[in-house]
T-cell receptor
Framework: GENVEQHPSTLSVQEGDSAVIKCTYS??????FPWYKQELGKRPQLIID?????GEKKDQRIAVTLNKTAKHFSLHITETQPEDSAVYFC??????????FGAGTQVVVTP | GAVVSQHPSWVICKSGTSVKIECRSL??????MFWYRQFPKQSLMLMAT?????????EQGVEKDKFLINHASLTLSTLTVTSAHPEDSSFYIC?????????????FGPGTRLTVL
């Protein structure tokens, strides 16, 4: 089955700096890669997603890149703000269309 | 659009009792609903996939007789935790995939915090 690995587990950045989170997946049939932001006690919130026919997607300060050959994808947050502090999860669909989540990255943005 | 609700948002029960959690898609029909469990400081772990009108598919290691899933309509799935024990205390989250349009995206409910005493 699909196995998604996510790094780093924690990330501390200064406000205004960029944050990068990286994920790898194992199932070459995976074709949908969403990223979620989760605040404590809340539901995961989709912030951006990418499909396998696209290499890069950007939405304001957030961008995602996908390398299907290497089976890895990354989240980039530029000009970080304190409200970006949260846990971020990457995920990938397996061949059954089920989402497999990475372990999560705790992002702390310090003013 | 694409709103998913869960009820209750939190529940405290005694060990040995059963608890039912509802997941509803409010403004769309969901072919498939998923149930996840999330322990503190951990990721979401898929428990089971629920398809309307058919039996749920459980992930390896999840006891189907303990976690009963019913998907009676295209807008409602229920998870019943039977004979709950303290180790079942967790954050249970459902998600739903739409019948129409882009059906890759899953829409998540707000979660149910279960505490078993």
């Amino acid at each position: 089955g699909e196995n998604v690995e996510q790094h780093p587990s924690t990330l501390s950045v200064q406000e205004g700096d960029s944050a990068v989170i990286k994920c790898t997946y194992s199932d070459s049939a995976s074709n949908y890669f969403p990223w979620y932001k989760q605040e404590l006690g809340k539901r995961p919130q989709l912030i951006i997603d990418i499909r396998s026919n696209v290499g890069e997607k950007k939405d304001q300060r957030i961008a995602v890149t996908l390398n299907k050959t290497a089976k890895h994808f990354s989240l980039h947050i530029t000009e970080t703000q304190p409200e970006d502090s949260a846990v971020y999860f990457c995920a990938a669909t397996d061949s059954w269309g089920k989402l497999q989540f990475g372990a999560g990255t705790q992002v702390v943005v310090t003013p | 659009g694409a709103v998913v609700s869960q009820h209750p948002s939190w529940v405290i029960c005694k060990s040995g009792t059963s608890v039912k959690i509802e997941c509803r898609s409010l403004d769309f029909q969901a072919t498939t609903m998923f149930w996840y469990r999330q322990f503190p400081k951990q990721s979401l772990m898929l428990m089971a996939t629920s398809n309307e009108g058919s039996k749920a598919t459980y992930e390896q290691g999840v006891e189907k007789d303990k976690f009963l899933i019913n998907h009676a309509s295209l807008t409602l799935s229920t998870l019943t935790v039977t004979s709950a024990h303290p180790e079942d205390s967790s954050f249970y989250i459902c998600s739903a995939r739409s019948l129409a349009g882009d059906n890759d995206e899953q829409f998540f409910g707000p979660g149910t915090r279960l505490t078993v005493l």
